[in-house]
């Protein structure tokens, strides 16, 4: 699973909106919407905001991009 998957996943796990996402985060809803469909791959900054406030492991955040670099 890549990072915008896991974005996804923990929010709609959440219900959480884009908006509610963008009011935790300070990240706009509309770059957590690119983020999530793939358009945009966050900073490393907005990265671990993100997975801070959805509780997702960065570690395994870390691995999965890593990944993906090193397939390519």
Known sequence: MNFSEMVKESRAKLGWSYRKL??????SHSHIRDIE???YTPS???AVKLAS???I????VIVSTYQ???RD
Do not use: M, V, W
């Open 44 to 46: 490393f900054e907005n």
């Open 37 to 39: 469909n793939g358009k």
């Open 57 to 60: 492991d960065i570690t395994k």
């Open 22 to 27: 963008s009011s935790e985060t300070g990240i």
């Open 53 to 55: 406030t959805l509780d």
């Open 68 to 70: 993906a670099q090193l």
